[in-house]
């Protein structure tokens, strides 16, 4: 009677038992990093001292910071390149595509396990793959053969019924989910899809899915493997990668939902989160200044081509200015090739590369208090990089529909033949660099950007600090960390990037850590949700922050913490939250005796009042803790 989830966590268990909750570790199949996360987790694969990695597949790809405006960009990339051949890892070049999109395509596995250096690394999910998103650090150790560490997951189950009506796409589906949960609803949780309903879903739209039970907060979202997922595989010439898999009939989940694709109609997002969900109907007729079309979630080809479909014989708006990412080369080629391209350049889309680009605010910012609609997973504040702009969330469909009209409209209006899959896809990896069987005469080169990691203290006894911050619920690393041209470029430069930490919401927060030498942040609900940056962890520390103090934590960025050295510290109280005011002296003590879900005594030293905080951690955790972050620890060890 297991899931889908816990079948393939039994075959990868190597500690712990899978009891709700309780720390278990498992064995990583294949690792995947990109470019802006992937810098920091091959710097710390050498600092490890690992000459080859030990994974079954590795690939590094370079898909966020390819706006090459000064070297610092391309000299990451060539960095990641050489670091790459160096440890026997696959290289995926600039131009070949987005990270998710192409590790679909190309690498990944039913049944296997994936652990990726951003968050939607389970877009992968789509094809019956185990896959879940990480900070850089706890990538480079699986990348070294150490086991994966995670709270087993509870199983969310998300049957569905009917099949989807014309203008209406499995984005739909996600939002629809993400309107029933909120972006806390799958924290602790892995969604499991079953039903007729999935019969009816392509392995692309399958991942459509997958990829944002990331804004769910979910561990990962996983689909069966059945005929289906054969059939893709097939397509992709790896028919021998193929196994099939599902739950069992009985199999008991924590919480079951159904949603009934026959009554589903075309959602929208609204700002600034991706749970602010409503029907398109309800919105329709809302004046429009962008469309941006693409991204891990919605670029695969059958996605592109209904776009064209729609697009077909008509102008853009001149209102409305309309992006074309494709995800992958891929995709591109064979859009070329069935002259969708040229459909699409004739309605007067403007076609970027196949990367992330304007999903992480490189290039595209719109203009002053914009709507702009985009097939994103994400529309967090600020992320465009324009901070007066209004973000929807929405299908390729709608949006293709709404930029020939100007307004928000609902695609089940256009007249368009849906798109089918085609009968196979034009795979070849010539733009993947394969690992070397010798590596010993490869010379890893470090342009003038890429500077050493910075270490951290072992943690003291006693931390008695000023709060330095005091935040809401929902903080998304994007605010802690922000993305987008200007600041990418420093994603191997800690000194550098640590300056923009909290940019958005208290500009001078860098400049108060420096004046008060380091500090604590007080948070509330789901502290650090969104991306798996770590850069949102290891830039506060370098800033002297020694404890975030939040009602709960998202679970990649309380890993990230706890990898880097902070405590993440969890109200017993919740209501001890309103009492403690910027620029109160907390301390903490005993912090040498922390032991696995301690309690620890936080006394308010201006207030004079006195909290009892937790910490959820494994005893891994704590060791990681007392050294000072994962990566002093592991030097420990090796000595
Ligand atoms: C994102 O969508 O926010 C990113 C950029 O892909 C991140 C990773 C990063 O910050 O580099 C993610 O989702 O993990
Ligand atoms: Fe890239 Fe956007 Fe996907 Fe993140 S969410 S991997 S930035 S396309």
């Known amino acids: 009677m297991p899931t889908l989830c816990e079948k393939i966590i039994q075959q990868h268990l190597m500690e712990g038992t899978m009891e709700k909750g309780s720390s278990i570790a498992i064995h990583i199949d294949q690792t995947l990093t990109q ?4 810098t920091l987790a091959y710097l710390q694969l050498e600092a490890m001292g690992i000459d080859r990695v030990k994974t079954e597949v590795s690939v590094s790809y370079v898909d966020h910071n390819t706006l090459q405006n000064g070297f610092e960009n391309a000299d990451d990339h060539k960095y990641l390149q050489t670091v790459a051949q160096k440890h026997g890892v696959y290289f995926s070049r600039p131009g070949n595509g987005i990270c998710h999109q192409v590790h679909l395509e190309r690498f990944a596995c039913p049944g296997k396990t ?26 480079a150790c699986a990348m070294a053969g150490l086991p994966f560490s995670l709270p087993m997951p509870k199983v969310i189950n998300i049957q569905l019924t009917g099949a989807l009506k014309h203008g209406v796409s499995s984005k739909d589906i996600i939002l629809k989910v993400l309107q029933l949960l909120s972006v806390k609803g799958g924290v602790g949780s892995v969604i499991e899809y079953s039903g007729e309903g999935v019969k009816t879903l392509r392995v692309p739209q399958r991942a459509t899915i997958a990829n944002m039970g990331a804004e769910l907060g979910a561990t990962s979202s996983l689909f069966p493997s059945d005929e289906i997922t054969y059939d893709f595989l097939k397509k992709q010439g790896r028919a021998d990668a193929y196994i099939p898999l599902q739950a069992d009939e009985d199999a008991v989940y924590d919480a079951v939902y159904t949603i009934d694709l026959n009554e589903l109609e075309p959602m929208i997002a609204m700002p600034h989160s991706p749970d602010r969900v409503m029907t ?11 469309c941006c079309i693409g991204s891990c979630t919605n670029s695969s080809y059958q996605d592109m081509m209904n776009v064209a479909e729609i697009l077909n014989g008509h102008m853009v708006h001149e209102d409305v200015s309309l992006t074309i990412s494709p995800g992958s080369r891929q995709v591109l080629m064979m859009l070329s090739n069935a002259g969708a391209l040229g459909t699409m350049i004739q309605s007067g889309a403007r076609i970027l590369e196949s990367t992330c680009g304007p999903c992480i605010g490189m290039g595209q910012s719109p203009i002053s208090n914009a709507v702009s609609l985009r097939t994103f997973n994400r529309n967090f504040y600020g992320r465009s990089g324009t901070l007066s702009a209004n973000v929807c969330l929405v299908s390729p469909e709608t949006a293709a529909y709404s930029a020939l009209k100007g307004y928000l409209a609902d695609p089940r209006q256009a007249s368009y033949n849906a798109v089918q899959e085609p009968d196979s896809f034009l795979y070849n990896d010539d733009f993947i660099i394969k690992p070397l069987p010798d590596t010993s005469s490869v010379k890893v080169v470090r342009g003038p950007n890429i500077k050493e990691l910075p270490k951290q203290e072992p943690l003291a006894d006693i931390i008695r600090k000023k709060v330095l911050l005091k935040v809401a619920d929902n903080i998304t690393t994007d605010h802690i960390m922000p993305a987008g041209a200007k600041v990418l470029p420093y994603r191997s430069n800690i000194e550098k990037i640590s300056q923009f930490v909290f940019e958005n919401v208290k500009p001078n927060f860098a400049d108060i850590c420096r004046k008060e030498n380091g500090g604590i942040i007080v948070a509330g609900e789901n502290y650090g949700q969104g991306s798996s940056r770590e850069h949102a962890a290891l830039a506060p520390m370098y800033l002297g922050i020694k404890a975030v103090l939040a009602k709960s934590f998202a679970r990649i960025h309380h890993a990230n913490l706890i990898n880097f050295g902070i405590l993440p510290i969890s109200f017993v109280n919740a209501d001890d939250y309103d009492d403690i005011d910027e620029m109160d002296e907390l301390e903490l003590s005993d912090l040498r005796s922390l032991t696995p879900h301690c309690r620890i005594c936080v006394q308010n030293k201006t207030k004079h009042h006195t909290y009892i905080g937790t910490c959820a951690l494994s005893a891994f955790d704590v060791d990681k803790l007392m050294a000072g972050g994962t990566l002093q620890y592991i030097k420990t060890k090796q000595k």
């Open 280 to 290: 398109v109907k309800e919105a329709a007729g809302m004046k429009i200044d962008q």
């Open 35 to 38: 470019d802006a996360t992937g």
């Open 114 to 139: 994936l652990l990726g250096s951003d968050s939607h690394t389970p877009t992968a999910g789509g094809i019956g793959c185990l896959a879940i998103g990480a900070g850089g650090l706890d990538v």
